[in-house]
């Protein structure tokens, strides 16, 4: 039977880059097919081609044995083709229904809506595909996984026969992503076909039929779960060998470095975000903070660094009241900040290389003499951090805005990590990585806690935050609902938690049980 999707020499170039070069793909009816690759290895530019984003300068695209002409989202989603983004796309203050009908309205005698029918129509297509979502309920009262079912709900009310998910885990609890593996299945079951794209390895084993790697622009491998490991996978999208799992040493955590007492946070519409949170970090620990995005823990971090300000509580560093003080002195102070948001938080994207890595010490000697910068030795220092921290950069004074998300990423770990620091705050380190990147941040994280350096860790990542953390606090509404020792413990307890659900007893599991890496 020929697949219902044909890519054939999809060739695609941008200036000094060539994103496919001659990429032949195909899906067939029923099937999930992963595609990996490291950041910068085109599989986005292939999907946005796919998508009609963007128009290829070479190949074809073929359905159910046909050539096909893609210009828009429109053409995609008139031939069937549909995309769950990972960033949702619905509006919160409109009912299920209305998000689905939005762009594809039903409407009845006299030209008013028929929502009604469009209600009908959705019951019909959550019962069959088992995606349990209620038409009338409001999308700001859905919890994170059920909106995800609606974006799903949105493409088969289109009529979408191949559905292609984008990192569709990211914002997910672990059980939420069993949740949305069974419905994938039930998809597929049912006739329809899917694209995977993900950067965790452990999912791409779980639930795939098959596994196309891109590397460069080409595709360099196609494998299945059967035939594949964590580490042969791995392999094929960098090129080397990747060790997935940190051996962590064991060390015994010192005196408390950062202390937070009942700390209050409120948004600018003065609505509580965190609410009497206490924490202390000690020396030589990492404590994760777990929790699905949105929970809190962005003015937690804002709060410790001095980006937002507190309504009530205290936060001490080293025994210095940091409450109501600036960024720059809490830096000043021994403390290092890799942000969630690199391009937004922890750049200037015109700068170049050389220049980004000095954004904390510029002002300092051997930096500058008085008002005067002393580039000859902010260069030097840039040559030598990107020799250490395998920044992959044309030159020291290439604009870091022109780097992958890795190496900018790599950046900001070079400046932060490379000063003689007591705490530091690491959010999200590897949002968006690929498994060569997700590594090295690893490495070098649990290298600073053997140095003695205190660590808060916040991820919505919960694999990450098991490899890591030696102490997890979980973040739910606000509140820490709980906080546990790293040992035994069950991700299936601290994903309940991340859930808003307490259980009575914590889950255990085998001492001798290795934690799954990020991947």
Do not use: W
Not at 509 to 516: F, L, P, R
Request: charged residues 25%; proline residues 5%; aromatic residues 4%.
């Amino acid at each position: 039977m020929a697949p219902i999707l044909e890519l054939r020499g999809i060739t695609k170039q941008f200036p000094g880059v060539l994103a496919n070069d001659h990429i032949d793909l195909a899906l067939h009816k029923g099937e999930i097919l992963a595609l990996l690759g490291e950041n910068g290895a085109g599989k986005s530019t292939l999907m946005n081609i796919l998508y009609g984003l963007y128009q290829p300068d070479e190949g074809e695209i073929l359905i159910n044995g046909e050539t096909v002409k893609i210009n828009s989202p429109t053409d995609a989603i008139n031939q069937g083709i549909g995309m769950v983004h990972q960033h949702f796309m619905l509006i919160p203050v409109f009912t299920v229904t209305e998000n689905v009908m939005l762009g594809d309205e039903s409407v009845k005698a006299g030209g008013f809506l028929d929502r009604p029918k469009a209600a009908q129509r959705i019951q019909e297509i959550s019962s069959s595909y088992k995606l349990e979502v209620n038409p009338n309920d409001y999308v700001r009262d859905l919890p994170v996984g059920v909106q995800q079912r609606v974006e799903i709900i949105k493409l088969l009310y289109r009529n979408a026969e191949i559905l292609i998910f984008d990192e569709p885990t990211a914002v997910l609890t672990p059980q939420e992503a069993d949740e949305l593996f069974n419905i994938m299945r039930s998809l597929v079951a049912q006739g329809k076909s899917i694209i995977f794209i993900t950067h965790k390895l452990r999912e791409v084993l779980a639930i795939a039929n098959r596994v196309v790697v891109i590397r460069r622009g080409k595709v360099v491998g196609e494998t299945t779960p059967e035939a594949a490991d964590k580490n042969s996978l791995a392999a094929m999208m960098v090129g080397r060998e990747v060790n997935l799992v940190v051996k962590k040493k064991e060390t015994t955590p010192g005196d408390v470095v950062c202390s937070i007492q009942d700390l209050v946070v409120a948004d600018k519409f003065g609505n509580v975000v965190v609410d009497d949170v206490s924490l202390d970090i000690r020396a030589g620990e990492i404590l994760g903070v777990a929790g699905v995005q949105g929970n809190g823990q962005t003015e937690l971090v804002e709060a410790i660094t001095g980006l937002t300000k507190i309504a009530s509580g205290k936060i001490t560093l080293l025994g210095q009241d940091i409450s109501k003080a600036t960024p720059r002195q809490i830096t000043e102070l021994g403390s290092a900040h890799v942000p969630e948001d690199r391009q937004a938080d922890g750049l200037v994207l015109p700068f170049s290389v050389a220049e980004n890595l000095v954004l904390c010490s510029y002002h300092l000697p051997p930096f500058s003499k008085g008002i005067i910068l002393q580039y000859d030795t902010i260069l030097k220092n840039a040559e030598k951090l990107i020799q250490d921290f395998d920044i992959r950069t044309p030159s020291p004074l290439t604009s870091v805005g022109s780097l992958s998300g890795g190496n900018q990423q790599k950046v900001i770990i070079a400046r932060e990590l490379s000063r003689p620091i007591q705490f530091l705050v690491a959010s999200q380190p590897t949002r968006g990585l690929d498994v060569g990147s997700i590594e090295y941040i690893h490495k070098r994280i649990e290298q600073k806690r053997e140095e003695g350096c205190a660590v808060l860790l916040v991820s919505p990542e919960l694999d990450e935050i098991m490899e890591l953390s030696d102490r997890i606090a979980v973040m739910y509404r606000g509140k820490i609902s709980a906080v546990v020792p790293n040992k035994g413990i069950s991700k299936k307890y601290i994903g309940l938690l991340m859930a808003g659900v307490v259980p009575e007893e914590p889950m255990q599991v085998s001492e001798e049980t290795e934690i799954e890496a990020t991947l």
